[in-house]
Structures are given as structure tokens and as C-alpha cells.
């Protein structure tokens, strides 16, 4: 049986103005991922994810690439036990 897991990270370098959200979204939702992404104050984009672990892999290593016109300098991911508390996968507001 497949490991469910959530993380919640947090993406540094040039992620904001070049679609990265919505990147994100649409990978998310080919990996059968559920969570949110949202833009940060100081420039920084989050995310919280939760799905399989082998699919939460992969949608890292397409994070830390992101889409064409970003450069992910820094990603820093923090590790959950799964909460199932998402049903699908949202673009959030900037939190402030």
C-alpha cells in the first residue's frame, strides 16, 4: 500500500511574476497531489502538498526545476505525517 505524506515547503530565488504557481498546480494535479501554493510577502512562494511519497518525490524535483523564467535558488521542505485535509490542489492569495 502506498505511504501517504504531506510536506510544506518554502521556495527561494526568482518565483514570483513567472507563472510559477500556476507550474505548480499543474503538476500537482498530474501527480494526483492535493494542497495549496501561494506567493509570500518577502518573495518567496509556499506550498503544502499531500499525496503518495514516491509522487511527492517527483513533484519536488519539478519544483526545484521550475517553469521556464524561474531560477529556484533555495528550497527548503519540511516533512509531515499525511492529515488528508485536501481534496484538491488550489492557488491561494498572497499571504501577508
Known amino acids: 500500500m502506498p505511504v501517504e505524506k504531506n510536506f510544506h515547503a518554502i521556495i527561494s530565488g526568482r518565483v514570483q ?10 503538476k500537482a494535479n498530474g501527480l494526483d497531489i492535493t494542497g495549496w501554493v501561494r506567493n509570500r510577502w518577502d518573495g518567496t512562494v509556499e506550498v503544502m502538498a499531500q499525496g503518495e511519497k514516491n509522487n511527492l518525490e517527483s513533484f519536488l524535483s519539478l519544483i526545484k526545476r521550475g517553469p521556464s523564467g524561474a531560477n529556484v535558488t533555495n528550497l527548503n521542505v519540511e516533512w509531515l505525517e499525511s492529515s488528508d485535509e485536501f481534496t484538491e490542489f488550489k492557488v491561494r492569495s498572497t499571504s501577508y
Open 17 to 26: 511574476g513567472v507563472g510559477f504557481r500556476y507550474f505548480v498546480q499543474g
